[in-house]
Nanobody, 113 residues
Framework: VQLQASGGGLVQPGGSLRLSCAAS????????MAWYRQAPGKQREFVAR???????MYANSVKGRFTISRDNAKNTVYLQMNSLKPEDTAVYIC????????WGQGTQVTVSS
């Protein structure tokens, strides 16, 4: 199973980015898909998750600014990030669960003027 994340980059405060993470390989029956992030010198933290049926959950720090969605036909999860703040700077890492859990490599998001 491979998870390929993309969409990161450098953006000014208040800007937007859309991350994608596509799962490929021996994928069958993906249930939950999620995003985590890890800033330099900090522990990995939960950002958002979405169930197979579309139920979502967000960290308080991103609620109202980030939106998670998924395309089940493409085994892809998205993270629309609006009103970005410098404290959102981190490597964003996707995670999916089937009968096992899988982590992607991550994509760097830098919010700076």
């Amino acid at each position: 199973v491979q998870l390929q994340a993309s969409g990161g980059g450098l953006v000014q405060p208040g800007g937007s980015l859309r991350l994608s993470c596509a799962a490929s390989g021996d994928i069958f029956g993906i249930s939950v898909m999620a995003w985590y992030r890890q800033a330099p010198g900090k522990q990995r933290e939960f950002v958002a998750r979405i169930s197979l049926g579309g139920t979502t959950m967000y960290a308080n720090s991103v609620k109202g600014r980030f939106t998670i969605s998924r395309d089940n036909a493409k085994n892809t999860v998205y993270l629309q990030m609006n009103s970005l703040k410098p404290e959102d700077t981190a490597v964003y890492i996707c995670w999916v669960a089937t009968t096992k859990a899988y982590w992607g490599q991550g994509t760097q998001v830098t919010v700076s003027s």
